[in-house]
């Protein structure tokens, strides 16, 4: 079973940073669409932002665009999310995911390989 992991969540106020990491096992991964994924208490799971595996075109839900930027190290296996002039409405669980068929989607379903989430918690 193919296992992404996330680093990074935490605790912070209103206005703050947090950059957040996705390590995938495997060169394979280079190829593929990465995205993440949020889901706060009480709500539906959101798409966040993805990134290509060929040339790396980004594209972003309209609640974050502007403040969130995902990027990727191939060299690393790694994907990031670095999210600034964080808000209390940001407070999920944040999941990043890959899609081997390395589509550009925002459909969850797309999305085969899943890791368990890290905690964003931000006070105001």
């Not at 209103?14 to 190829?31: I, Q, V, Y």
């Not at 670095?82 to 390395?102: F, W």
């Amino acid at each position: 079973q193919v296992q992404l992991v996330e680093f990074g969540g935490g605790l912070v106020q209103a206005g703050g940073s947090l950059r957040l990491s996705c390590t995938a096992p495997g060169r394979a991964f280079r190829r593929y669409t990465m995205a993440w994924f949020r889901k706060a208490p009480g709500k539906e799971r959101e798409f966040v932002a993805y990134i290509l595996g060929t040339g790396g075109s980004t594209y972003y839900a309209d609640s974050v665009k502007g403040r969130f930027t995902i990027s990727r190290d191939g060299a690393k296996n790694t994907v990031y999310l670095q999210m600034n002039s964080l808000k209390p409405e940001d407070t999920a669980v944040y999941c990043c995911a890959a899609d081997p068929t390395s589509r550009d989607t925002t459909w969850s379903n797309t999305y085969v390989y899943w890791g368990q989430g890290t905690q964003v918690t931000v006070s105001s």
